[in-house]
């Protein structure tokens, strides 16, 4: 109601999403604060799209090594114990094969229901390709990380999945390093040297 013209430019330039000026209609007003909303959740959409995997909901490889980094290396400085997982789904080409790629699929969306229901506050889960995924676990007593997961791949191993009036099946390996103290690199490919070392050695196992 008062001030210049160039008032508008002000409040858009400082972060406002639309200005109206004194005297407007309430039908005016209305259908700006829809088009508004619109737009805040299609921003929110497209932001959600970008760090998420399609298929799971769970966060993806670009999230996990742009800000899991930032997260794993602030707990660090803080003196946070900080650990991370590498999970792999055995076998899972052999699903593939087998009940095909909506099988493969219907797998991968169950283990990313079990990780969610395993994510706590403090909990970083992200599908990093394929049937991979990574879990950076912070502030847990690392004489429990360990059991934590075996409670984890226990409950996979015993979850069973009807599909086209068949039962699948499935386990995971885990690549597991506890509290550690060393870069976001140097963990990642030591969980994951400890992957490869649980696949080679039997499956269905931690490697810690």
Avoid: W
């Avoid at 670009?62 to 792999?88: C, H, P, Q, T």
């Avoid at 409950?155 to 699948?168: C, G, H, L, Q």
């Amino acid at each position: 109601a008062e001030g210049s013209g160039l008032m508008s430019a002000k409040f858009l330039k400082n972060g406002a999403n639309d200005f109206l000026t004194k005297p407007f209609y309430f039908e005016e007003f209305s259908q700006r604060i829809a088009q508004n909303i619109e737009i805040l959740e299609y921003t929110k959409a497209l932001k959600t799209a970008a760090i998420t995997d399609y298929l799971t909901g769970l966060y993806n490889r670009r999230y996990f090594f742009e800000e899991g980094k930032k997260i794993f290396e602030r707990n660090i400085s803080e003196g946070n114990s900080v650990s991370i997982a590498m999970l792999d789904i055995d076998n899972f080409k052999k699903i593939n094969d087998k009940y095909g790629h909506g099988g493969g699929d219907e797998v991968l969306m169950k283990l990313s229901m079990i990780l969610d229901g395993f994510l706590t506050t403090e909990n970083i889960i992200a599908r990093l390709g394929g049937e991979e995924f990574c879990i950076i676990t912070i502030n847990i007593d690392p004489k429990r990380v360990h059991y934590s997961f075996e409670k984890l791949r226990k409950k996979i191993e015993n979850i069973s999945i009807e599909y086209n009036s068949e039962i699948i099946k499935f386990t995971v390996s885990i690549g597991l390093i506890v509290n550690t103290d060393k870069s976001f690199a140097e963990t990642i490919n030591g969980a994951d040297k400890r992957l490869y070392r649980a696949k080679e050695t039997g499956k269905n196992k931690i490697t810690s």
